[in-house]
């Protein structure tokens, strides 16, 4: 009853956070758009409401990565588009799920030297997925970056780049991804500080991978393929959260984005 009770409470105070002053109902679309963000979030709370907690932090963390990962695949299947997990650059505590405008996961790698802002060639791992006419986000840097030419590891842009980019920085399709809104839900803990209770890891879970820098990428069939920092594909991901007590738990995702069992 008391699980009963958390989900009931949960749905009613996510319902009245969506009500706005408007005295006329709700569209087709505003609709949908909420039944999808409950889909979403009982994919993620389900464990917790009917199964109980994890008897430890790390044990939390890898059953938040894993309803994650099962999201992140079902927001590509749903959408029709490319969707991506990784970290947050931002917050390291923070996982992030991105949509694409596109269907496929290909376009995508980081640059392998520093670039400046005179360069109009930059040096890069892969140019595997990107063609002569792509308009390309280098870093954080998305003016007017347009291939003139390219090369297995070299991409020639059609004016300078006009600023200056770090090694490793992200290069991609601009205006592709965009953050999945759905789940960045906030909490308010209270003096100023906030918690994203849906995308977040517990307090004093330590992460740990296989792969630098990794992202996991639907397609929008569903198949995962596994990103290394250098945007080569990779067979598996390793995810290994420890906590302060020591606990070890390791998620391992294989390419097409199914989870090994322990």
Known sequence: MEKQGKKTKFLNNFIQSLKTSKNYGYTLVEVLTVLIILGIMGALMGPRLFFGDSSSASGDAYNL??????????????????????????????????????????????????????????????????????????????????????????????????????????????ENWKEDSA????????????????????????????ITNWTLCFNSRGIATIYDNSGNSQAKLELTFKDGSSNEETLTILKGGAIATN
């Not at 297995?152 to 300078?160: E, K, Q, S």
């Not at 789940?183 to 991978?209: A, D, H, R, W």
């Open 65 to 174: 990565a894993k309803s994650l990962v099962g999201v992140t695949r079902q927001r590509a299947i749903s959408q029709t588009s490319a969707a991506r997990l990784s970290f947050d650059p931002n917050q390291s505590d923070k996982f992030l799920i991105e949509i694409a405008n596109t269907r496929g996961c290909e376009a995508l790698t980081r640059l392998s030297e520093a670039a400046v802002s005179s360069q109009t060639d930059i040096k890069v791992y892969s140019t595997t997925g990107f063609q002569i006419g792509d308009k390309l986000k280098i870093g954080s840097d998305t003016t007017s970056n347009e291939i003139t030419g390219k090369d297995n590891t070299t991409i020639t842009l059609g004016v300078a780049l006009g600023t200056s980019q770090n090694k490793d920085s992200t290069v991609e399709l601009v």
């Open 183 to 210: 789940l960045n839900l906030k909490k308010n803990i209270g003096n100023g500080k906030y918690i994203y209770e849906y995308l977040q890891l517990p307090e004093n879970v330590t992460v740990t991978s296989n």
